[in-house]
């Protein structure tokens, strides 16, 4: 798959696993796994990212005597899924053309 596309998807992926509620990195991981596997220094990579693009906030609390991050969605995340929505729908379009002559084929 292109990066570039990876890339977009992946964000999308980690906005989508904190649009109902705030979460932190391993459970971000362990809710994308199902649909997509994902290492802790590719999450942590796109998290900073999105953070830089006000995509998510970030809160620190202690838990089990640690500090752990809590990542939560902010409106311009939010915003970003919907964009996403609306570029999959012409995706698919395209998936429809490209894959046409395999469906008549068969």
Known sequence: MDIQLKRGLLDVCVLAAIKDKESYGYQIIKDIKP??????????TILKRLENAQMLTVRTAEYGGRLRKYYRITQTGIKRIEEFKEDWKEILSIYKFVTKEDEENE
Do not use: R
Request: charged share 20%; proline share 0%.
């Open 35 to 44: 649909y997509t596997e994902m290492s802790e220094s590719t999450l942590y």
